[in-house]
């Protein structure tokens, strides 16, 4: 307890995520009592620590942290599950994290190809923000594979200037126009000069989306305060207004939903900032 309490105290620990393997009760009521006996905001949440000792030995995990031990790693992977799931799952073999009993017993490649399909699914749905992507979560969006382009995109990333936007990816060796139209709109740049790189909507359609928003009512100001509440309310002929927009009527129900998606968002982070708070 006394380590803990110094280590709480040292980098401000608010959140402690406590692994759900072996000893993981006992664990929780130390962590129970020691927030008890302190004056500090801390809290704990058990975390499904399914496949960590399959990462902490993974060449990965040894080329992230060279330094630490594969129980370091292991606290390292199920405190990452908290910030970020997607993310840190991705590093791990899908039959590692416990997929039912009767795994073995099935064809292992169609399982294996089953499985990184579904993955593959998940990661260009939810959409990556490339300032804080992983190789490895990078490398299942769509046009982007193999070679050096998952690093080179880690690289571009970490580019802190508020002019960065998605046309910075041609810039990536072998990613070419044809891989850019893949991949575009799966990329999420947060705090960037174009509100909507940080949607789903694909850079071909940024004019007619931006002709949408003006004749709605919304600016991209609009786009980037989340304040898009009604967007869809709004239209009133789909068919119509996509024909005056000159795109298709499937795409500009995309457009809206995704819009409105990103409202949503938005709004749920706002709503967990106040649960936290109080």
Do not use: W
Request: aromatic content about 4%.
């Amino acid at each position: 307890k006394d380590i803990l309490k110094a280590l709480i105290a040292k980098y401000h620990i608010t959140l402690i995520s406590v692994g759900n393997g072996t000893a993981s009760r006992e664990s929780e009521q130390i962590i129970a009592d020691l927030i008890k006996e302190i004056n500090a905001p801390v809290r704990y949440v058990i975390t499904n620590e399914a496949g960590a000792s399959v990462y902490s030995a993974s060449k990965q995990a040894t080329e992230e942290f060279p330094n630490f031990d594969v129980g370091q790693r292991s606290a390292v992977s199920i405190a990452r599950r908290v910030q970020d799931p997607l993310a840190e799952l991705v590093k791990i073999d899908p039959k590692a994290i416990g997929v039912g009993q009767y795994q073995h017993d099935m064809n292992q490649k169609k399982l294996g190809e089953s499985l990184s399909g579904v993955v593959e699914d998940c990661v260009n749905k939810v959409g990556v923000d490339l300032n804080t992507a992983s190789a490895p979560l990078l490398s299942y969006i769509s046009g982007i594979s193999g070679d050096n382009r998952p690093k080179q995109l880690c690289i571009i990333g970490r580019k802190t200037e508020s002019s960065r936007n998605r046309k910075d990816l041609l810039k990536v060796a072998k990613l070419g126009p044809k891989a850019f139209e893949q991949c575009a709109g799966f990329m999420r740049i947060q705090g960037g000069k174009n509100p909507l790189d940080a949607t789903g909507v694909h850079p071909e359609s940024y004019g007619a989306t931006e002709k949408l928003l003006e004749r709605q009512g919304f600016t991209l100001e609009d786009v980037a305060g989340g304040n898009l509440s009604g967007l869809s309310k709004t239209v009133k002929d789909y068919k119509k207004l996509s024909q005056e927009l000159e795109i298709g009527e499937i795409t500009l129900g995309d457009i809206v939903k995704e819009l409105e998606n990103l409202q949503e968002i938005r709004e749920n982070e706002t709503c967990q900032n106040r649960s936290i708070r109080t």
